[in-house]
């Protein structure tokens, strides 16, 4: 009996050792688990019912001078089909009915689309207006997902579109002001962490947490006026049907301060139509700033300016015009073939003889000219702060290959190479008593940082007062001093000055043997208020005096009207057009 | 053989009232701990259901933040200069000057008004605000409170 209990305890001890030590792996793996390992296993349990999101910022605003918007942001949505919930045709075509009219495609296309791979996600339609997406979330359609986003508006449509550019798919700017300030504009992305079922939806239980909260893009404030640009845009179409240009530039500035008004350019894109697809990026170019030409006559300001500068000659200085200048072997003759004889300093800038200004360039000197070219800004950028921006080429005595033909020709503004906004920009010095302003076009930025305001910037004296106002003077006699100049505008003092060069760029950037005729004026002559120059590109010649001095004439009453520039005369003006 | 009886156990009376009593706060443990189980699943629920009211009133939000950006582009589409062009020219017949004048004005604007004249008190604002009992609304409780004697 005892034998047979002592027997049944043994097999009890064994069974409760072997319950014993089963419990003690369990406790053992539990404390290693629970306690030694937390927090890896703390991690990936996180990480499997806990997901995040990003959230993007709101997008800020383009605004103009006054405030109103270029380019804001709307709410959108993205719609995709779940494409496994739709190999089941009839779910499909149930649902793909629903769907398509809304983002107007064709249901069949639809389905066939969606149905091509048996996983993932089909983009439909991206950026499907709020409202429409909003109904859309309540119907009835298997395999719908809408992701809320945003999408670009363009109040103004298409206007100023190479200035402003455009976002891409991930709403990141790519051309333009977009891509410029595409920090400032974008803001700060924020996240967003939400618990999730075995199958990652989130789930709605309140344990959904931002945390960083997104930080709206600031709004960028630009120094152009909505009005001005609007009329320089439709003026510049209606110039290149009327002449049969390749395209052009009108860039309006105020000449104190160096603010943009109005920078167009053709030919260009529209925001309304893009199609990122288009293998033309030349047309997304903002060539204001991006191409650069030879500036042609209006080039003989800045020679006639130097050489007033350094006291060589006055307005009224004479100098023989035999209708040809002889540099080494090169013969350089006037653009009409003229003879003018003893001519003034004045008059070659209105008959804008070439052997007039290659007579000053002589007295000047190439050390000095060069300094001076290079003092009034060409061949280097303006730092106006857009993208892209090119230096131009200027060809000085140092560089190989320099002859003094060069000095000869680049003082009538060939052999060198300038952008449009560093030309206006230079010449702008002769209604700004001598000061070179640096061209801006973002007067503010508001941005999540920091608000910042940009103010005028005086970047050296080129010449002297007197001799700014002399230059300007002279180019007022240009304008004045020629009866029926296409430039004049009645009822104010202008002052101008036309040119004419080679090498015309095509749509797709390149640059042919065309011709650039182009004009710079500024109003009114005594206080200038407006500047303006007008490139207009050709495949034949024309002249500037004859195809963009009127541009000038045309669109100067209407921005010095809105300027609330007074006409010289009398109380009452009345003006014909 | 006889059944054994066996003598009925005589329990004392304080080992009864020991056992009575230890049923009794294993009874109120039970109800203590199911009260604790029931609360809170109660909560849960309560948790839960807030939690997607919460959802649902962050999507109305969504909703309504959306609709004032609209509301915003829509106020700036119209006010654009393309629509205004429009307008003058389709439904007020406008087009541009053939001549232009030029007066001068040596007489000040005219103060601005935020409402047309029609919905103003004779005077102008100013007389608006000389008028007898002419304060700003209140909110509803201090309306209430002042019909109450002592305020």
Redesign the interface.
């Known amino acids: 009996m005892l034998r047979q209990r002592g027997r049944m305890y043994a097999r009890l001890l064994i069974v409760a050792a072997l319950f014993a030590a089963a419990g003690g792996a369990i406790t053992a793996r539990v404390v290693y688990v629970q306690l030694v390992n937390s927090a890896h296993y703390k991690a990936a349990a996180q990480n499997e019912h806990f997901g995040q999101q990003e959230i993007r910022a709101?997008r800020g605003a383009i605004l103009d001078r006054n405030g109103?918007?270029l380019a804001?942001?709307?709410?959108a949505y993205d719609v995709y089909i779940n494409r496994p919930d739709w190999q089941n045709v009839a779910d499909a075509e149930r649902a793909a009915a629903v769907i398509a009219p809304v983002i107007g495609q064709p249901a069949v296309g639809l389905v066939r689309e969606a149905r091509k791979e048996a996983k993932g996600l089909y983009l439909a339609y991206a950026g499907l207006d709020?409202?429409k997406g909003?109904a859309l979330r309540n119907a009835d359609a298997p395999g719908l997902r809408l992701v809320?986003t945003t999408k670009r508006?363009y109040?103004?449509?298409d206007?100023a579109s190479t200035l402003l550019g455009f976002v891409g798919r991930d709403h990141a700017g790519l051309t333009g002001i977009e891509a410029d300030y595409d920090r400032e504009l974008g803001g700060v992305p924020g996240t967003i962490y939400f618990e999730r079922d075995s199958i990652g939806n989130q789930i709605?239980?309140?344990?959904?947490r931002i945390g960083q909260k997104p930080k709206q893009g600031g709004d960028i404030r630009l120094t152009i006026d909505?009005?001005i640009q609007?009329l320089v845009e439709g003026e510049l179409e209606a110039q290149i049907a009327k002449t049969g240009a390749l395209g052009g530039t009108i860039i309006v500035i105020e000449p104190k301060t160096g603010a943009v008004l109005a920078m167009a350019s053709r030919p260009g894109f529209k925001l309304s139509q893009l199609n990122l697809n288009d293998a033309n990026v030349a047309l997304f170019r903002n060539r204001a700033v991006t191409d650069v030409y030879e500036p042609g006559s209006v080039f003989k300001t800045l020679t006639a300016g130097m050489a007033i500068d350094l006291g060589l000659v006055t307005p009224g200085t004479t100098y023989n015009d035999t209708g040809a200048a002889y540099i080494g072997n090169a013969t350089i003759r006037n653009w009409d073939y003229s003879v003018n004889g003893t001519t003034t300093v004045t008059q070659v800038l209105q008959r804008s003889l070439n052997t007039g200004a290659v007579w000053m360039s002589g007295l000047v000197g190439p050390e000095k000219f060069y300094q001076y070219v290079r003092a009034f800004g060409i061949g280097t950028t303006t730092a106006s702060g857009l993208g892209g921006e090119a230096d131009g080429l200027v060809r000085s005595k140092n560089d190989p290959n320099w002859t003094p033909v060069d000095l000869a020709t680049n003082s009538f503004g060939q052999g060198i190479a300038a952008t449009p906004l560093q030309v206006i920009a230079a010449i702008s010095a002769f209604a700004n008593e001598g000061k070179l302003m640096r061209p801006y076009i973002v007067q503010e930025v508001d941005a999540p940082a920091a608000k910042r305001s940009f103010s005028p910037v005086v970047v050296r004296q080129v010449v002297k007062e007197e001799t700014a106002h002399a230059v300007a003077d002279m180019m007022n006699q240009v304008v004045e001093g020629i009866p029926g100049h296409l430039a004049a505008v009645p009822?104010y003092h202008v002052a101008g000055k036309t040119g004419t060069t080679t090498g015309a760029t095509l749509a797709d950037g390149t640059v042919h043997d065309g011709n650039v005729a182009s004009f710079v004026g500024f109003a009114p002559a005594g206080d200038p208020q407006m500047m303006m120059l007008v490139k207009l590109d050709f495949r034949e010649d024309r002249l500037g005096g004859q195809v963009s001095a009127p541009v000038f004439h045309d669109l100067a009453?209407s921005i010095l009207?809105y300027l609330g520039v007074?006409?010289n005369g009398p109380?009452?003006?009345?003006?014909?057009? | 053989m006889a059944l054994l009886r066996r003598p009925a156990l005589s329990i004392p009376a304080a080992a009864a009232g020991r056992l009575r009593s230890g049923r009794l706060a294993l009874f109120a443990v039970a109800v203590l701990v199911t009260g604790v189980a029931l609360l809170q699943v109660h909560q849960f629920s309560q948790v839960t259901s807030t939690g997607y009211q919460v959802d649902g009133l962050t999507q109305v939000r969504a909703e309504k933040q959306a609709r004032n950006h609209e509301l915003e582009a829509e106020v700036a589409a119209l006010s654009s200069l393309g629509r205004v062009d429009w307008e003058a020219r389709t439904r007020l017949h406008m087009e541009p000057p053939k001549q232009r004048l030029y007066i001068d004005v040596n007489q000040p604007a005219p103060q601005r008004e935020t409402l047309p004249t029609r919905f103003l008190p004779a005077g102008g604002p100013q007389a608006a605000a000389a008028q007898p009992g002419a304060t700003p609304s209140q909110p509803f409780w201090r309306r209430v409170l002042k019909l109450l004697p002592l305020f």
């Open positions: 709101p109103y918007p804001t942001t709307v709410d709020f409202d909003a809320q508006f109040p103004e449509g206007l709605a239980i309140g344990s959904e909505r009005y609007r009822g009453p009207a007074r006409p109380q009452l003006v009345t003006t014909g057009n």
